[in-house]
């Protein structure tokens, strides 16, 4: 597993905890994952197997680069959770667009 990821040029902390909860202000439910802007961490629930494990990981990276781009508060302001409802969509799809696409990735990583 990973120990960190960089987020627009930030170090982000991953950990993988068991009972993993996630407090919104309003309540306290259990979670996948969570992101914490604040303390640079993502956190991922342990229960989970190695492939949803994978698609978390990329669900809280998103997170955090709608967080660092102020995309979140954009979509929060028309819906209170629309920022959860749009990362939970894309975070599957880029992933496998991610996998169906080497050369694609390879060129926009700069190389041939």
Not at 3 to 28: A, F, Y
């Amino acid at each position: 597993m990973l120990r960190s990821v960089r987020i627009l040029g930030q170090k982000v902390d991953i950990k993988v905890v068991t009972d993993l909860h996630h407090d919104n202000g309003r309540d306290t439910k259990p979670a996948l994952g969570t992101y914490s802007n604040t303390n640079s961490l993502i956190e991922l629930d342990s229960a989970q197997q190695p492939e949803r494990m994978r698609v978390t990981l990329l669900h809280e990276t998103l997170h955090g680069l709608l967080d660092g781009g102020g995309i979140d508060d954009l979509l929060c302001s028309i819906h209170d959770d629309l920022d959860e409802q749009v990362v939970g969509r894309l975070a599957p799809l880029l992933l496998s667009w991610l996998r169906e696409n080497p050369p694609a990735l390879a060129y926009i990583l700069g190389g041939e």
